[in-house]
Each structure stands twice: as structure tokens, then as C-alpha cells.
């Protein structure tokens, strides 16, 4: 390998190498510049994610790897890191005024979302295990901080604390099945462990392998029963943060989740779906179920992400193209019903501080008639009521488990997305049926801007779903 | 014409019940009473051009339905049988649209009230100018509905609610009948139209099917279904409950509907289906049985009432009785003639019992009367015209007619006719009795009323005083005028083929070799009624007093109309109720709500609490959860890879 190769390598992780050197740089302008730098920092970190988001779009194309085979970018690639960095700039986005607010104010925190921006980039474009779990910590070890970053809340505290022991558990068990699978091929790159895999019938070595890996993938994506920490860490976390956990790591999660069972076991697939299913059924049942008995928004989100990662799951399942554009499609829209939604849920401040029980949404109707119309489309489009965005995310893993014969999960997942309607829709019954409390401060104007866009995308999708589902349709067949 | 006579009672519903706001009290009572008189004037003249002999005809209006091989049209059979029912109707309900004027007068409703009234007669009308089954049904259902509307005019009061229901209930067990054989008539038959059926039915006489493995003979079968609706529409034996309760109506509507037209429809029927029913002798014997017996029981009940209409009430239903016992004999003839005279008595008896009631503010309990002759002296002579009519005092309407009927009971072969014989010259004699003893009670012997309320005694006005002349008019004369035509010599030509007379038949010719005494057993007993009555109630008023205490069994049955409410509230209403509270309580509460929404919304609710008590908030219980997920999926390998 010349020096014209690391040319060409570093030219194709251009977006993760400038996020990476932008990091460090607002770190030191956080660390020498004498005075208030925080909202530099934090207007450069939303001008940094911006630039990796442009490098992403105007740089490679086609299917490029890099590092000897160890990072690709392809269609798939590209796609989800637009989401994951768009993910990422709405977090900041509803984070800004929080923190002032909450005087949470530390240059650190925008630096970190931008590093596990970093990481993210990472894991969507790993190719290898070795990048994968190395993506993986730089992403975890930057969100165990983000959980913490209020040091002076015991309850973040304690969600940074959990996140992070149960975190490293789980990278623990990620790095046993890569050593086991590593044994068994002789390799840590995907294509190479799929070629050595090809025609060796199942092992069983490798089989344990692929379930400890998947046991890690699955404590990212918060799928039960490795979800355990979701709920109190969303609890327990400022509420920005929670928003950030809710969105751009799940998607970067699913779509590691997603590339390594076809980049690295796509001859298995009979094997591993039907972790995945079971997966998948225990994800939605229990998100439709433990969400109805919480008084505290913040942890139905919680749960309520557990079962859409479920539902979304249902599409990896599947095993076909249709499949995996399902999951984008699904991805997409779920990353724009939760940042709306938690636009809502960081507007939820009254004149003496912050609310987080659904009781005190009663009366929005009233109060402020706007930000309750939109709450109540967003949990519409939540509970997968057509002709919303949501029903058609539903739609369309559920047509692919369909066609490709699991009827059994597509049913039951019908079931699950009708129990979970109840919470959602009682959410709408508080807010315009029930006696009114207090009224809450006005929203913030960048929030009603991310809050309109949301609810405009979700309102509209079905008039113009065709280029979405064509993007997702083209990185799906970027995999296979 | 016959249009103009069915449709305009319809144009005066629809006039008093859409625009009666607008036209006001008054002018909605004018318009239906109006378009009424018409009506009944044009039936009149179509009467006499019948009489004068002029045929039959029948007159389509459209094409109401087609379906497959089911063809029904809306038309009208005019021939005597219906001309003579257009007069009784038309002439009682116009009569009785004007007694309403005065008697509703204090009514904030009277509008709705002679809008139904109008309702009821268009509906009476369709039947008895029907031309095939479906129509007529259609008429049956309507003057089914229109008497519950009007039963339930008062709406306020739960009594004339309770009575509206049940009268609607009884009726549909009737009418379920009557529907049941209308699908045979048109399996049969392949048609619902008269002609059609009738000309078919000689042939049909005696075949049988098989049903259940009995062999049940066609038009037997045809003819009791047919006749189980007659039995509900005119409260024969059995399914009679429901017309006393339904004099909680207004009086004008108890003398119109529930006395001189709707309850006659099952008369009616009967006749009209002459030709099935001359084909099927059992069915004859259970008509005859049935009326007898009804004729005998209901003027048993009657006795001892105290209520005045229900007395009246009970009278109505014996008379149906003796209506019924004719056309089962085959004196159809006869049966009609009854029924035209007994429309103008009865509908005078209670239109005269209502000038009393109305005169006493709303006192319908006879043992608050008496002494009333004094001050009601017209009314009194005019409740007397309709007693002696309903008696059967010689040369009234009620001699010709129900004296035949005795007579064509006694002249008849058939094997119920002595039991029938018997049982109506014993209803006679109940009949003279209960009718004066109404008469006594009411206008003779001393004021029961307080004086206050006699102080307020006063002879109905002018427009409640003319029907009840012009009813008192044709009690009187009716039979004498028209008893020649209906049943005498000039028969034969004045029916003109509307009623149908089997080749065995000729019970009007037996009538006229009876024995000497027979004639004269119904003058007789009617004479030792008014005796009686007369005795118990104006000689000795003590008597029927120690009498009815040392008899108190048999004066508690008869009160109490042999406990045929109570029986059949123990057998069909409780039944009923506890079915609908068992579907209510266990199969709709306890099945379907329990395993279905509230079920699964507790199992849910129970899930989600469960689910919400797995986050301990234990760091090492998450962890624990994580091993143990992890050791599933791979114990689950392990057991499938042994398998692979």
C-alpha cells in the first residue's frame, strides 16, 4: 500500500475525517478561549455536522472501501448517515435552550454529540469488526457523558452510571461473539467472513458467535430483553439528551444491525432471522404493553422507541430487499415523529420549571391549541393511524414480512401496534378532554420550527412518499 | 272514485301530521274531519250503486313490487264485501273525527291526534279494499301501528304506554300467523293474489304435505295461520288481553278503533278468505269454537267490571265472539251483517259512555255514578238506544243481526255448532245483563259522584251531541233496513259472488225450518238479563253486594278476567324478561363484554403492570436480564442444532 492508497482512504472517510479534526479543534477553542464559547462552539458544531453532511452527499459514489476493506461507503452508507447526522443537528437544535434554561452550559456537550456523530458515521460505515466496535465505543463512550452531563442531577447521574455498566456489558458480550466468530473464520471482515462461511452448512461455534454479536447490537437498538436500560436512562437523562438517544443512535444502531447480518452472514440468514423474530415479537409486545402503565412521558418514549425498534426489526426479519427498504423507510419517519415529538416534550415548562408527567399535557387543547394539534398528529402517526407517515412505516415492513411468508409476526404485530394505540391516543384524550392545569411557557421558535417540519413531513408523506421510499429502495439494494 | 275514498283520509294525515302546527288546532281537526265526510259520503254512493246492482271491479293504482315470480300491485277489489266495509269505516270514522272536535278540545295535541286518527282510517281502508295479501297486510301492519300510536296517545301516563306495548305485542304474536300463512299461500299458490288463490283453492282442498313426518293437510294449515291473525287484530279467546288495557286510549279512539273498525278486521278477513276457509272444515270447527267461546267468556268478565268502557270493552270482544261463530258455521253473510250493525251500537256506547265521561272530568269508575238521568237526560236516552240494540230488543239493529247469529248456530251441522248454541245463549243472557247493569249503575239509583263534581254535570255540546244521534239512527234502523239485502231474500244477488258458499253449504236456507222456540230463546233470555240486572240494581242494590261475598272465589276469577293477565305474565312476560336479563346480565355482560372489550382491556391492563414491575430499577437485575437472554438464545441453538 503506497501513500496514494491512504490518499484515496482518507478522501472516502472524508466526512468522518472532518468531523473527527472539527471535534478536536472546537475542543481546543472550548478549552483556551478565555470567556463564554458556548454558543461558538455550539453554532460550530452545527456548521461542522452541516459540512460532513455536504461531504457525504457531494463525495464518493458508488460502492468505495477504504482501510484495506475495513470501512465502505456505498448507497446504504450515505443514506443513513444523512439521518443520523440530521438526527444529530435536531438534538442540538432542541438542545440549546435547555441548557441555558437548566444551566447545563459546558462547550463539551456539543463537542460530544459531534463525536458520537463521529462514531456513528463509524458504525454505518464499518465493514469490519474491528471498525464496527471501535465506531461503537466512540459513539457509547461520547452518549455515557451526554447521559451525565448534568452532574449536579442525581438522576442523570444515575442514568450515566447505568447506561455506562450496562453498556460495557454489552460491548463485552459484542467483543466474545466477534473473538468467536474470528476463531471460526479466521477473519474480521465481513465479506471474507461471508466467503468462509459459504457452503460450510451452520456452525455451531459461529452461531454463538452471531448471538453474542447480536446481544450487543441489540442493547443499541434497545430491543428486549436487552432494552432494560432505556427506560430509566430516557428518565434520568436532561431531556435533549433524550431526544438524541432516542434518534440518531437508534438509527445508526439499526443500520450497523442491518449491515452486518447481510455483509457478514447473509448464507445464515435462516439462522439468525429467527433471533431477529423473537426479537422483534418480544420488542413490540413489550413497548405496546409497559407504555400503557407510565405516568411519566419521557419513559413511555422510552418505551414506545423499544416498540417501534420493534416494529422496524420486523423488516430486517424479512430478509429481502423489500425488507431493508422497509427499515429505512421506517428509520426515516421514525426519526422525524421523535424529534417532533420531543420538541414537544422539551416545551413542556412551566413558570416554576420543567413537567414530565402525561397528566400535565391536560387542557393543552386549550391552552395552546397549535403545539397540542401537532402533538396529537404526531401520536396519530405514532399509533400508525392512516393517512399519516407512521401507518405507512408500518405498512411497509409489514408488507414485506408478508410477502416473505411470516405471517405470524406480521399478525402479531398488528396486534401490538393496536395495544399501543391506547397510549398514544390516550395522550390526545388528556390533552383536549381533560381539566386544565397550569398553562406552560410559549415554545421556543427554533422548536416550533423543528416541531412544523416534523409535523409537515409526517402530514404530507403520503401525498409524496415516492421519493423516500426510492432513496430507501436504492439503499437497500446497495446491500444485496 | 274508489281512490278519492281510500286516499283523502291519507291527503288529512298528511295535512294535520306535516303542516298541523301550521294549520293550527282547529282548522287540522276541520281539514281531516272534512276530507273524512267525503270519504264517507263517496262510500255511501258507491253503497248504493252495489245495492242497485252494479258489478264488481277492481281498480289498480301501480305496480307496488316485483320480484322473481312475486308480483304485487297496489289495487282495490271492489265488490260488496268492501263497499260495505268502506261504509262501516268511513261513516264511524267521520263520525267519530267530529265527536273529537269537541271531545279533544281541550287537548294541546290535537293535531298529532287526528292526524293518527286519519292515519288509522287510510290504513283501515288499504285492508279492506285490498287485492291481494300483501297489500292487505300492508293495512294490518298500518292499523296495527296507528292503534299503537293511538293507544299511547296520552303519552304521558305509563299506563297508556304499558297498554300501547302490549296491545303492539299481542298483535305481532297474531300477525306472525298471519304472515306464516301468507308464505304458504304464496308457496302454495304461487301467487298473492285473490283471484289467483281462489280459483286455486278446490283444487288444493284435501292434499296434504308433509311436515315433521305428519301428513298436515294444506289449506287446513292456511286457514288457521290465517285465522291466528284474525284472532290477535279482533282479541279472540287467548290473545284478548290486550284490548281492555287498550281503553286507555281516548274514547273516540276506543269507539272507532277498538270497538266499530280495526277489531273487525279479523271478521273480515275470515270472510274475505271464504273460499279457502269453505275448503277446510277443521278450521271452521276451531273458528267456531274459538268465537263461542270468546262470546262467552268475555261477557262473563263483563259482569262484574266497573270500569264503564272496559265493560263496553268486554262487550266488544263478546260480540267478535258471535261474529266469529258465524262465519264458522259459514253464515258469512251473517257474521258481516253483525259486524255492520254492532259498528253502530258499539261506536254509540262508547261515544255516549265518553259524553258521560266527559261530562264527570275523566270518571270512568261506574260506582261513582248513578243519578246521572237527571241531569244527562239526552245522553241517557241515547246510551239506552244502544243498550237495546246490543240486547237485541226487537226491531233494533242488534234483533236482526245477532238473533241470526244464534239461529245460524242452532241451524248448523257442524260438530261444534251445539256447543256454540249453548254458549251463545248464555252470552246473550250476560249480555242483557251487563248492559243494564251499566245502565242502571250510570244514570239511575242515587249520585255516587261528590257534589261537587255533579255540579259540573253538563250535556255534551253540539259537535259530540250529531254522531251520537246519527249512531243512534242507524242502531235503531240499520237492521231493519238493510237486514233484507244482507241476509234475507235479496242475498244472493246483493253479495254478487263475495262471499263464497260451499255446494254443501246452505246454512242461510237451514235458518228457515228451525223449530218455533228458537227465535225466541235469545228474546227471552235478553228479557231474564234485564230482570235481573233490574233486581240486583234498582230493587235491592244490596244483593249483588252478599252475592258477590259469598261467592267470593267466583267473583275474584271474574274480576279478575279469569287471571289471564296474571297467567300470562307468569308464563310469557317473566319468561321473557328473565331470558333478556339472562342474555343482558351473562351472555352480553358476562360473555361478550367479559372475554371480549372489558376482558382484554383488564388482561391488558394487567400485562401492562406486570410489564412496568420488570424495571426494578436494579442495575444487576438488568444485567441478570441481559445473561438470561443471552442463554435462552443460545440454549435454544444448542437444542435446534442438535436437531439440524
Redesign the interface.
Known amino acids: 500500500m503506497g501513500p496514494g492508497t491512504i490518499n484515496t482512504d482518507i478522501l472516502t472517510a472524508l466526512p468522518e475525517v472532518l468531523l473527527a479534526a472539527g471535534a478536536m479543534g472546537l475542543l481546543l477553542l472550548g478549552a483556551f478561549r478565555p470567556g463564554n464559547v458556548v454558543s461558538t462552539v455550539n453554532w460550530g458544531a452545527a456548521v461542522l455536522l452541516a459540512i460532513a453532511g455536504l461531504a457525504v452527499l457531494t463525495g464518493t459514489t458508488g460502492n468505495v472501501t477504504a482501510f484495506s476493506g475495513a470501512f465502505i461507503v456505498d448507497d446504504f452508507a450515505r443514506l443513513l448517515k444523512i439521518l443520523a447526522l440530521a438526527g444529530t443537528v435536531g438534538a442540538l437544535v432542541l438542545s440549546v435552550r435547555f441548557m441555558q434554561i437548566e444551566k447545563i452550559v459546558r462547550f463539551e456537550y456539543s463537542v460530544l454529540l459531534v463525536l458520537a456523530a463521529l462514531g456513528m458515521m463509524m458504525m454505518i460505515s464499518a465493514n469490519d469488526l474491528i471498525s464496527l466496535y471501535m465506531g461503537l465505543e466512540l459513539q457509547s463512550l461520547a452518549l455515557y457523558v451526554v447521559a451525565a452531563i448534568d452532574r449536579n442531577s442525581t438522576r442523570a447521574s444515575e442514568a450515566g452510571l447505568?447506561y455506562f455498566?450496562?453498556g460495557a456489558?454489552?460491548s463485552g458480550?459484542l467483543l466474545y461473539g466477534c473473538s468467536l466468530i474470528y476463531g471460526f473464520t479466521g477473519s474480521t471482515n465481513f465479506e471474507t467472513i461471508a466467503r468462509a462461511l459459504e457452503g460450510q452448512g451452520?456452525q455451531?461455534g459461529v452461531?454463538?458467535g452471531i448471538?453474542?454479536l447480536?446481544?450487543g447490537l441489540a442493547?443499541k437498538v434497545s430491543a428486549?430483553?436487552?432494552h432494560?436500560?432505556t427506560?430509566?436512562v430516557y428518565e434520568g437523562a436532561p431531556t435533549p439528551v433524550t431526544a438524541f438517544f432516542a434518534s440518531a443512535p437508534k438509527i445508526a444502531a439499526m443500520a450497523m444491525f442491518v449491515r452486518v447480518m447481510y455483509g457478514a452472514f447473509p448464507g445464515m440468514s435462516e439462522?439468525w432471522q429467527?433471533?431477529v423474530v423473537?426479537v422483534a415479537i418480544a420488542s413490540m409486545g413489550?413497548g405496546a404493553?409497559?407504555?400503557?402503565?407510565?405516568t411519566n412521558i419521557k419513559r413511555l418514549m422510552a418505551y414506545s422507541s423499544i416498540g417501534h425498534m420493534g416494529f422496524a426489526l420486523v423488516g430486517l426479519a424479512a430478509g429481502t430487499v423489500g425488507g431493508v427498504r422497509g427499515v429505512i423507510v421506517y428509520l426515516m419517519i421514525y426519526l422525524a415523529m421523535t424529534i417532533g415529538t420531543f420538541a414537544c416534550i422539551v416545551s413542556m415548562r412551566r413558570r416554576d420549571g420543567m413537567v414530565e408527567d402525561i397528566t400535565d399535557l391536560a387542557g393543552l387543547g386549550r391552552s395552546r391549541p397549535m403545539m397540542a394539534l401537532t402533538m396529537a398528529i404526531l401520536m396519530f402517526s405514532l399509533a400508525g393511524i392512516p393517512p399519516l407517515a407512521g401507518f405507512f412505516a408500518k405498512f411497509y415492513v409489514f408488507l414485506a414480512a408478508i410477502e416473505a411468508g411470516l405471517y405470524p409476526l406480521a399478525v402479531l404485530g398488528v396486534l401490538a401496534s393496536v395495544?399501543g394505540c391506547?397510549y398514544y391516543l390516550r395522550i390526545i384524550k388528556i390533552m383536549y378532554f381533560d381539566e386544565a392545569g397550569a398553562e406552560f411557557e410559549p415554545m421556543a421558535r427554533e422548536l416550533k420550527l423543528v416541531l412544523g417540519v416534523t409535523a409537515v413531513f409526517v402530514v404530507g408523506f403520503f401525498a409524496y412518499p415516492g421519493p423516500f421510499v426510492a432513496a430507501a429502495g436504492t439503499a437497500a439494494a446497495a446491500l444485496f | 272514485m274508489y281512490s278519492a275514498i281510500v286516499f283523502l283520509p291519507l291527503l288529512g294525515f298528511l295535512a294535520a301530521g306535516l303542516f298541523g302546527r301550521m294549520l293550527g288546532a282547529r282548522n287540522a281537526a276541520y281539514v281531516t274531519s272534512g276530507l273524512l265526510i267525503l270519504s264517507a259520503g263517496l262510500s255511501w254512493i258507491a253503497f248504493f250503486f252495489v245495492l242497485a246492482g252494479d258489478v264488481s271491479e277492481r281498480v289498480e293504482v301501480m305496480r307496488w313490487l316485483t320480484s322473481g315470480t312475486l308480483v304485487v300491485d297496489w289495487a282495490f277489489r271492489i265488490d260488496t264485501l268492501s263497499v260495505v266495509m268502506l261504509v262501516v269505516v268511513t261513516s264511524v270514522s267521520s263520525l267519530v273525527h267530529v265527536y273529537s272536535i269537541g271531545y279533544m278540545e281541550h287537548d294541546p295535541h290535537q293535531p298529532r291526534f287526528f292526524a293518527y286518527l286519519s292515519l288509522f282510517t287510510f290504513a283501515m281502508l288499504m285492508l279492506v279494499t285490498a287485492d291481494n295479501f300483501v297489500q292487505m297486510y300492508f293495512g294490518w301492519e298500518g292499523v296495527g301501528l296507528a292503534s299503537y300510536l293511538l293507544i299511547g296517545f296520552w303519552y304521558t301516563r305509563p299506563a297508556a304506554n304499558a297498554a300501547a306495548i302490549k296491545a303492539f305485542i299481542v298483535n305481532r304474536v297474531g300477525d306472525f300467523g298471519f304472515a306464516l300463512g301468507i308464505f304458504a299461500i304464496f308457496m302454495v299458490f304461487g301467487s298473492v293474489e285473490f283471484d289467483t288463490v281462489f280459483a286455486g283453492a278446490a283444487d288444493q282442498a284435501g292434499k296434504t304435505f308433509e311436515f315433521l313426518g305428519y301428513q298436515v293437510d294444506i289449506l287446513t294449515l292456511i286457514c288457521l295461520l290465517l285465522f291466528m291473525g284474525a284472532m290477535g287484530k279482533s282479541a279472540q279467546f287467548l290473545l284478548h288481553t290486550w284490548l281492555p288495557d287498550a281503553m286507555e286510549g281516548p274514547t273516540p279512539v276506543s269507539a272507532l278503533i277498538h270497538a266499530a273498525t280495526m277489531v273487525t278486521a279479523g271478521v273480515f278477513l275470515v270472510v274475505r278468505m271464504s273460499p279457502l276457509f269453505e275448503y277446510a272444515p277443521v278450521a271452521l270447527v276451531v273458528v267456531i269454537i274459538v268465537g263461542a267461546s270468546t262470546a262467552f267468556f268475555a261477557a262473563s268478565v263483563a259482569l262484574v267490571q266497573n270500569d264503564i268502557k272496559r265493560v263496553i270493552a268486554y262487550s266488544t270482544c263478546s260480540q267478535l265472539g258471535y261474529m266469529f261463530v258465524a262465519a264458522g258455521v259459514g253464515a258469512y253473510q251473517i257474521a258481516i251483517f253483525h259486524l255492520f250493525t254492532h259498528a253502530f251500537f258499539k261506536a254509540l256506547l262508547f261515544l255516549g259512555s265518553g259524553a258521560v265521561i266527559h261530562a264527570l272530568c275523566d270518571e270512568q269508575d261506574m260506582r261513582k255514578m248513578g243519578g246521572l238521568a237527571r241531569k244527562l237526560p239526552r245522553t241517557m236516552i241515547l246510551m239506552g238506544i244502544g243498550t237495546i240494540a246490543l240486547t237485541g230488543v226487537p226491531l233494533t239493529a242488534g234483533y236482526y243481526s245477532k238473533d241470526a247469529v244464534i239461529e245460524a248456530a242452532y241451524a248448523s251441522q257442524n260438530v261444534a255448532a251445539g256447543y256454540a248454541f249453548a254458549l251463545l245463549v248464555l252470552a246473550a243472557l250476560m249480555t242483557s245483563f251487563y248492559s243494564w247493569r251499566l245502565m242502571f249503575m250510570t244514570f239511575f239509583g242515587r249520585p255516587r259522584a261528590s257534589s261537587e263534581v255533579m255540579s259540573h254535570v253538563h250535556e255534551p255540546p253540539m259537535s259530540m251531541f250529531v254522531p251520537l244521534v246519527l249512531l243512534a239512527a242507524g242502531s235503531l234502523f240499520s237492521g231493519m233496513v238493510f237486514a233484507g239485502v244482507f241476509i234475507g231474500e235479496g242475498q244472493g244477488a246483493f253479495w254478487n259472488g263475495a262471499v263464497f258458499a260451499g255446494t254443501d253449504n246452505r246454512i242461510l236456507e237451514d235458518m228457515h225450518g228451525l223449530p218455533w222456540w228458537v227465535p225466541w230463546v235469545a228474546s227471552v233470555v235478553m228479557l231474564a238479563g234485564l230482570a235481573i240486572a233490574y233486581v240486583f240494581y234498582i230493587r235491592s242494590p244490596h244483593m249483588p253486594v252478599r252475592l258477590a261475598e259469598r261467592h267470593v272465589l267466583a267473583y275474584r276469577f271474574l274480576l279478575n278476567k279469569w287471571y289471564f293477565d296474571e297467567l300470562y305474565d307468569l308464563i310469557f312476560v317473566r319468561s321473557a324478561k328473565w331470558i333478556g336479563r339472562f342474555l343482558w346480565k351473562k351472555g352480553d355482560g358476562w360473555l361478550i363484554d367479559g372475554f371480549g372489550p372489558d376482558g382484554i382491556a383488564s388482561l391488558?391492563?394487567d400485562?401492562?403492570?406486570r410489564?412496568?414491575r420488570?424495571?426494578t430499577?436494579y442495575?444487576y437485575?438488568?444485567?441478570f436480564?441481559?445473561l438470561?437472554?443471552?442463554a435462552a438464545?443460545?440454549t435454544?441453538?444448542?437444542f435446534r442444532?442438535a436437531g439440524?
Open positions: 447505568k455498566v450496562l456489558l454489552s458480550m451452520m455451531l452461531l454463538f448471538v453474542f447480536l446481544a442493547f428486549v430483553p436487552f432494560m436500560w427506560p430509566d439462522q429467527q433471533i423473537f413489550l404493553f409497559a407504555a400503557i402503565g407510565q395495544v391506547y | 391488558v391492563q400485562v401492562a403492570s410489564a412496568v420488570l424495571q430499577g442495575l437485575h438488568y444485567a436480564a441481559m438470561i437472554g443471552v438464545l443460545v435454544y441453538y444448542l442444532g439440524l
